[in-house]
C-alpha cells in the first residue's frame, strides 16, 4: 500500500508497508516507512512484535519493539541521523544495528529551525476544482455566521461568580429549557480570569479578547448575557464595550420569509441582516436589589428566559457547506497519528476549503519544527511573515520560562512511539492539508475581526487541548475535529467534537467515545481518501444536528482555558 501525501509539505511523498496480508487486525508482522528515504519504520502490529520476528522483506528484530515505535531499517552509526517523513528527527548517540528499536534514549533532538531566511510563499497550492453542491441545516446569524448549534451561554466576568451561576444554570436546564425545544443546551462560560491579575499589562488583551469573542460564537446566536460580581477588574463594559455585539432579533427574523431568503453566507464579513444594538444584559451579583442567594438565581433566570425565548424562535435552515468552520486538533498523539488519522483529516481539510469552508489548525510547539513547510505554503509573503511572527513570539514567552519547544512531547506522546517533538511535529502539519494558508489569527483573535471568511488559516494557539480548543471557540469555530492515539474523553459543551482514532485498537476499546476510526488505514482496510470522505459527510450531518458525536452524547465538556501570559497580582 503506498499513498500520497495530503499534506503538500514535501516532508514525505507516501508510506509503504512490509506486508500484503493486512485484512481486519494484522496477523503478519508489518512495519510502516513513510517515505523511500528513511532509515526507520514503526511498528504497527497490536501488542507490539518479539524479538526474531521476520517482516517480509527479511528485516529481522533484534529486540522487542512495541507498537508505532521505531524499528532500524539498515545499520545507523553513531552520530548518524535518522530519518523519519524524510526529515532528520534526531542523530544516534550510538550505532543501531538493523531490526533495533530505536527508542528516544538513543537520540539527540535536532536544534529548532531558524526562522531566518525562510521560503515565503514559494509553493503553489495544487488546483482542485470547487465542491459547490454541498450544505447542512446551520441556524443563520446576523452577523453572517452560522450556528451548527443553539446554545444559550452565560458570560462570566470573574471565577467568583463561577459557583452561583452553575447553579443557576443547572435550575435552568430542569425548570426552563424544557419550555424551549429549539435550545440545545444552556452553557456557563465559567473561567480563572477577571480579578487578581495585571489587568492594563500588554498581553492582558489576549484573554479579554478570547472571553470577548467566545461569548460571540457563532453556536450563542448573538445573545448575549453577562454574570458579573461587581468589584472584578474586568468590568463587564470592558470585556464587551459598546459596538462590539450586536444583538439579532431573532423572532422576527425566524418569521421573515423575506429576511431569510435575502441571507447569503459567503461572506462572514458582511450582516446579513440589519442587526440592533441593543444595551449589554448583565445581571451583577452585588447589586443592592439582590437579598439572599435565591434573589440572585431569580435575576439570572429572569434574564435567561427572555434570551431563550428568542433563540427558540429560531430554526436550522440549509446553507451552503461554506458556512463551517473547523477547527482541526491533536491530542493524545501516537506515531500512528502522522500515519492515519492526520493525513485523513488533512485530505478532509482540503475538501472543506474546496467547498468555501474555513478551517484552522494550530498547536504553535507542534508545528514549529515545520516552519518552513508552512511560510513556503502561505499565500503572500505577509502571511508567511505573520506565521514567522506568531512563532518568534512564542519562542521568546517559552524561554521566558527557561523552556522550549521540548516541553512539548508528553509521556503518553513518547509511549505511543514518538521521540521528540521534530517527530511529532511532522505528523501534527499533516492535518492542515496542501491548500495554501491564507490568513493568521493572533491568539484570542476572531475570523470575524480579521474579515476572514473561508480557507484554510493558521490560528496560534498553545498546544495544550484545553487552552488551543478555548482559543479555536474564540476564532469562531463551529465544528471541532480532535484526532487522539492514545485516547481522550475530550469534549467541548459549545460546539460539537468529532473525535478520529488513530489505531484500529483504540477505536475498538474506546468505541463509545471515538466517531472514526482511521486506524483502518493501517490495517489496509480503508485509504487515507475513503476515511477523509466518511469524514467530510460525517461534519455535514454532525453540523445539522442529525447525528450527535458521542462526547454530545455523553455530555463530556472540558473547562474553558484562557491563555493568559500576563502577570498574576
Known amino acids: 500500500m503506498c499513498q500520497r501525501c495530503p499534506c503538500g509539505c514535501r516532508a514525505w511523498s507516501g508510506f509503504e508497508v512490509s506486508s500484503t496480508s493486512l485484512g481486519g487486525v494484522a ?3 508489518l512495519h510502516i516507512r513513510m517515505h523511500g528515504a528513511d532509515n526507520v519504520a514503526i511498528v504497527a502490529n497490536a501488542g507490539g512484535l518479539p524479538a526474531g520476528t521476520v517482516f517480509a522483506d527479511g528485516l529481522v528484530l533484534r529486540e522487542r519493539v512495541p507498537q508505532g515505535h ?4 539498515v545499520d545507523v552509526p553513531q552520530g548518524a541521523i535518522v530519518r523519519r517523513y524524510n526529515v532528520p528527527i534526531g542523530t544516534a548517540l550510538k550505532a543501531i544495528a538493523a531490526g533495533s528499536w530505536v527508542s528516544e534514549a538513543l537520540l539527540q533532538m535536532p536544534d529548532a529551525c531558524s526562522l531566518v531566511d525562510l521560503p515565503l510563499a514559494t509553493q503553489v497550492a495544487p488546483v482542485q476544482p470547487a465542491l459547490d453542491s454541498y450544505t447542512f441545516e446551520g441556524y443563520r446569524n446576523a452577523d453572517g455566521t452560522v450556528g451548527t448549534r443553539n446554545i444559550l451561554a452565560i458570560t462570566t466576568t470573574v471565577q467568583c461568580v463561577a459557583g452561583v451561576v452553575d447553579f443557576a444554570v443547572q435550575r435552568i436546564k430542569a425548570e426552563l429549557l424544557p419550555k424551549y425545544p429549539n435550545v440545545d443546551d444552556v452553557v456557563g462560560l465559567e473561567h480563572s480570569y477577571g480579578c487578581g491579575v495585571a489587568i492594563d499589562a500588554p498581553d492582558a488583551i489576549i484573554p479579554i479578547r478570547t472571553l470577548r469573542n467566545i461569548s460571540l460564537n457563532p453556536n450563542f446566536g448573538g445573545e448575549v448575557m453577562v454574570v458579573s460580581l461587581g468589584c472584578e477588574k474586568l468590568q463587564p463594559e470592558r470585556l464587551l464595550p459598546p459596538g462590539s455585539f450586536a444583538i439579532q432579533k431573532v423572532a422576527a427574523l425566524a418569521t421573515s420569509e423575506m429576511a431569510v431568503g435575502q441571507l447569503s453566507i459567503n461572506s462572514a464579513a458582511a450582516p446579513l441582516a440589519r442587526a440592533e444594538e441593543t444595551p449589554l ?8 436589589a439582590h437579598v439572599g442567594f435565591m434573589s440572585m438565581i431569580a435575576s439570572i433566570m429572569q434574564a435567561a428566559d427572555q434570551h431563550l425565548v428568542r433563540l427558540n424562535a429560531r430554526r436550522r435552515t440549509t446553507v451552503p457547506a461554506s458556512a463551517l468552520v473547523v477547527g482541526v486538533q491533536c491530542g493524545g498523539s501516537d506515531a500512528f497519528s502522522g500515519v492515519t488519522a492526520n493525513p485523513a483529516v488533512g485530505f478532509c481539510t482540503d475538501l472543506l476549503v474546496r467547498a468555501g469552508a474555513t478551517v484552522m489548525f494550530s498547536e504553535t510547539t507542534e508545528v514549529r519544527d515545520g516552519i518552513a513547510q508552512l511560510t513556503a505554503r502561505a499565500s503572500s509573503p505577509a502571511v508567511a511573515q505573520a506565521m514567522v511572527r506568531e512563532m518568534d513570539w512564542y519562542d521568546r514567552y517559552l524561554a521566558k520560562g527557561h ?11 513518547k509511549k505511543g512511539g514518538l521521540s521528540n517533538i521534530v517527530e511529532k511535529a511532522m505528523g501534527s502539519i499533516v492535518k492542515s492539508g496542501s491548500a495554501a494558508i491564507s490568513g493568521v489569527l493572533s ?22 487541548d484545553f487552552i488551543c480548543g478555548t482559543l479555536q471557540l474564540a476564532a469562531g469555530m463551529n465544528l471541532h475535529v480532535f484526532t487522539t492515539g492514545r485516547g481522550t474523553p475530550y469534549g467541548l459543551a459549545a460546539v460539537p467534537v468529532i473525535k478520529v482514532a488513530t489505531r484500529t485498537d483504540l477505536a475498538q476499546r474506546w468505541h463509545d467515545l471515538m466517531d472514526v476510526n482511521a486506524g483502518r488505514i493501517a490495517d489496509g482496510e480503508a485509504t487515507i481518501e475513503q476515511v477523509g470522505w466518511e469524514l467530510f459527510h460525517l461534519m455535514l450531518d454532525v453540523a445539522s444536528g442529525r447525528k450527535k458525536t458521542w462526547a454530545e452524547h455523553w455530555k463530556l465538556h472540558n473547562a474553558l482555558v484562557l491563555f493568559n501570559p500576563a502577570p498574576i497580582t
Not at 70 to 73: G, I, M
Not at 281 to 288: F, G, K, M, P
Not at 403 to 413: E, I, M, Q
Open 281 to 288: 444584559d448583565v445581571v451583577c451579583l452585588q447589586a443592592q
Open 70 to 73: 521505531k524499528v532500524a531499517l
Open 27 to 29: 496477523q503478519a508482522p
Open 443 to 464: 491568539p484570542g483573535e476572531s475570523l470575524r475581526d480579521k474579515g476572514i471568511a473561508g480557507g484554510l488559516v493558521y490560528a496560534a494557539t498553545p498546544a495544550s
Open 403 to 413: 523552556a522550549d519547544r521540548s516541553a512539548n512531547t508528553t509521556p503518553g506522546n
